[in-house]
């Protein structure tokens, strides 16, 4: 396994955000409005991204669709209008260089064809090159129960085992069908988990014969948390998925090439001391508006 800092960062944002539609039709779910512990409102890709470069990141890739290039490069990299920048406070002022600032350590990545969230992320190969690198889902903020950032925690783990981490979360059966969920022998109680399955949406009955884990509740199940960090490997497993067509309802998945992953590597699940808040369904998303800012406050 590779020994190298986890430097870079990949957040797909190429997605059509269909659950969303038809507020998607003008504006990309990952530029949707939320409001920060700082009480700024401010897109959704912005709180991921500063989620990754204060916990140590220092190059972000962020996926988009071609004609989204544009829009994405202008958040991060151009200067507002002077007409407005002229009447922001001096507050959203500083903000704005700082966004500018930020800009430096992103690139846009392209994806061409919409065929999947493993598709996305294989388009970063080249980028990528041979790191290790933190994955992000692009509807995803947190918060932490600690005083590390659920990022850095992940960071922390990786840099201590240097093998493959999934980030995982305590999920009730209500939910476990949207969802990837794992199961695996606790290698440290309630904190590691050696994963001996990965799978992607389960319905509830699989779920119950087949994600158990010793100790924890009835109908409660690990899912996956949004947060990954994976070796380079994951390209030649998502290539091959590629290459020969090989889909899960329609597109490529991560899911199944990360079970292939852990099959072929070391991989090791972290139950990460924080929460994740979705931003990709209606009243995910409005529910993330009340308990996102709440969470930062408390």
């Known amino acids: 396994m590779s020994q190298q800092k986890v430097r870079k960062a990949l957040i797909p944002a190429a997605g059509f955000g269909t659950r969303l539609f038809p507020a998607t039709k003008i504006v990309k779910k990952e530029l949707f409005p939320i409001i920060d512990g700082d009480g700024r409102a401010k897109p959704i890709i912005i709180a991921i991204v500063e989620e990754a470069i204060n916990a140590g990141i220092e190059q972000v890739g962020i996926v988009v669709q071609p004609e989204d290039q544009e829009l994405f490069t202008d958040l991060f990299k151009a200067p507002p209008k002077p007409e407005l920048f002229k009447k922001l406070s001096l507050e959203n002022q500083e903000y704005s260089q700082y966004l500018q600032d930020l800009g430096k350590q992103i690139t846009i990545l392209i994806q061409t064809e919409q065929e999947g969230y493993g598709h996305a992320v294989y388009c970063a190969k080249d980028w990528v090159e041979q790191e290790p690198f933190l994955l992000l889902l692009g509807d995803h903020v947190y918060t932490t129960n600690t005083d590390r950032s659920c990022a850095k925690q992940m960071l922390d783990v990786y840099q201590q085992f240097e093998q493959n981490i999934i980030g995982l979360t305590i999920m009730s059966a ?34 119950r014969k087949n994600l158990k884990v010793n100790g924890m509740k009835e109908d409660e199940f690990l899912g996956v948390f949004g947060m990954y960090i994976l070796e380079s490997k994951i390209f030649d497993l998502l290539a091959e998925d590629i290459n020969n067509n090989y889909r899960f309802k329609g597109e490529f998945q991560l899911t199944t090439c990360l079970d292939k992953l852990r099959q072929q590597q070391d991989a090791l699940g972290y139950l990460v001391q924080g929460q994740y808040f979705d931003t990709g369904m209606p009243l995910f998303y409005r529910q993330t508006m009340i308990d996102f800012y709440q969470a930062h406050q408390n």
């Open 174 to 207: 209500e939910i476990i069908h949207k969802a990837g969920c794992v199961t695996g022998v606790w290698q440290q109680s309630n904190s590691l988990l050696e994963i001996t399955e990965i799978y992607e949406k389960p319905s509830l009955e699989y779920a």
